[in-house]
């Protein structure tokens, strides 16, 4: 069952739940599929306005981008919940021989790694949304200038909150080149972030 | 049709739609909901455990009023969509006559004030979450820190989130005593969360 089928009351209550997933995990990437779906619904209301014809070119382009950056994110809703139950289903691998134990490690090993790329992977298309949001700030419809607010809150929190899954996992994963490579990069990525979407909700916040 | 019975995709697709709800105030009352889902789950992933039967009692207490937290953001989840719609339409209100005129006047006024104390008072339930994960911080299983930092993350951006929800309507409010009443107390609640909020963010952080 796709988490992206349920009912949002159903999904609260399976957070809610003390199952191992969905977690953090599925809610940052909800939180930029979010911030995507409300970047298009902003360029909707500006495009076709002429006191904005001058970012009509801009608001479509950037609707198109928002909209494919939407789908990723929702698909990666699901995917970080099904990354976590490859580990708790290694973990809980039965680990009575020498080889029980071997291949229930390699298991642990690569659900890691899985779980460690999924969040990181969309750090990525986060900073993708938030150069989008640059782009299109002090130029969309001042009636959802809050929505736009809204947007950058939640890319900013789903980045971080990204960035805390992937750092869980590092000490895990086998691969101590790749390890490192993560953390720096995922470092450098979620700092330029915060200062980008700080910038841009200061400026965001001051023209309401 | 209310928010909290669709499907997530559903809910994705309406937000992301350029029908004028849902929007910012939805979303943000969302990310409130979901980090009240995770702390009930961090309590109940921590009750039970040997290893933190000292904080037992803590995380019991916890979990109730996370579980109560969550419901009144998931109410106010539609309620905010709701209020919006007072708003919208009662600008679609005739205003031919002079009686017309002041029947629509009077009914943006007080949609503007739904659309403004709806988002206001979860303002203060935030800040009853916020101060809920400040008494687990520190006491709760490790294993989910990363879960922790995420709902800090979803609660914080759900308090500047609302705040721009209000701000934006004061404007439109006929009660001058009220609007300042409004802005002091909110700027004031949402300036105590924030800085809560990134202590126990970089506590959680370093934690990890």
Redesign the interface.
Same mark, same amino acid.
């Given at each position: 069952m796709k988490?992206?089928?349920?009912?949002?009351?159903k999904?609260?209550e399976v957070?809610?739940?003390?199952a191992p997933a969905p977690?953090?995990?599925s809610?940052?990437a909800?939180?930029g599929?979010?911030a995507?779906?409300?970047v298009?619904?902003i360029c909707?209301?500006t495009i076709g306005n002429a006191k904005y014809q001058a970012s009509e070119e801009t608001c479509k382009d950037a609707k198109t981008k928002a909209?494919a950056l939407?789908e990723k994110f929702?698909a990666a809703?699901d995917k970080d919940t099904e990354a976590f139950y490859l580990v708790s289903n290694a973990y809980k691998m039965p680990k009575g021989t020498e080889e029980e134990r071997a291949a229930r490690s390699a298991a642990i090993a690569a659900g890691t790694l899985e779980a460690t790329k999924v969040p990181f992977d969309v750090m990525e298309m986060r900073w993708e949304g938030i150069v989008l949001i640059q782009k299109i700030a002090g130029k969309t419809n001042t009636n959802? #200038?809050?929505?736009l607010?809204?947007?950058i +809150? %939640?890319l #900013?929190?789903g980045m971080?909150?990204a960035w +805390? %899954?992937v750092?869980?996992n590092l000490p895990g994963i086998r691969d101590k080149a790749y390890a490192e490579k993560v953390l720096n990069e995922g470092q450098e990525l979620c700092a330029r972030c915060e200062k980008l979407a700080m910038q841009l909700?200061a400026q965001?916040?001051e023209a309401?």
């Open positions: 988490l992206v089928n349920l009912r949002v009351s999904y609260l957070l809610r739940s003390d977690g953090g995990g809610v940052s909800l939180a599929a979010q995507m779906a409300l298009a619904m909707d209301l909209e939407l929702s809703f959802a #200038a809050s929505d607010g809204v947007a +809150l %939640n #900013a929190a971080k909150g +805390l %899954n750092k869980i909700f965001t916040e309401l």
